[in-house]
């Protein structure tokens, strides 16, 4: 049974929004992989871990009006897709903001929070969220 490893391995990627570098085209991914989606089995051995910084771009994004049950209080919500300054691209939850508020390139940066709570014993998970910088330091 390998699961509490892929768990632990997974929550150090979400805490830590660590990523991939191919070091053979040089392109960043999140969630980390073993392979290049890119370049296949030329990334085989060039691949390396890496922290992403966090801050980045609105891609595109969607105001969901029905989700997550979880998610029921804070309805409706804003789902994006991020490209990081990297170029790696992250799905994430935008809060903070309206969805009037926002746009295609609206640079954001990365900030960890409470997902959800499971049951009443209340066990916490944390993971990322994206909230829009309002001005960007030159
Ligand atoms: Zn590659």
């Known amino acids: 049974m390998a699961t509490a490893p892929r768990f ?3 929550n150090e990627s979400r805490y830590n929004l660590m990523g991939i570098k191919c070091n053979s085209c040089g392109r960043h991914f999140f969630p ?3 392979i290049c989606p890119v370049c296949h089995r030329k990334s085989v051995g ?3 871990r890496v922290k992403l910084k966090g801050e980045g771009k609105i891609f595109s994004f ?4 029905d989700g997550l049950e979880e998610l029921n209080l804070q309805k409706p919500y804003i789902v994006a897709m991020v490209e990081l ?3 790696a691209r992250v799905t994430g939850q935008i809060i903070d903001c309206d969805a009037c508020d926002i746009s295609i390139g609206t640079p954001v940066r ?5 997902l959800s709570e499971e049951g009443p014993s209340g066990v916490i998970h944390y993971g990322y969220k994206f909230v829009p910088i309002r001005e960007k330091a030159p």
């Open 32 to 34: 980390p992989r073993a």
């Open 62 to 65: 969607t105001e969901v009006q």
């Open 46 to 48: 060039k691949i390396e």
């Open 85 to 87: 300054d990297e170029g």
């Open 110 to 114: 990365a900030t960890l929070r409470k």
């Open 8 to 10: 632990w391995r997974e």
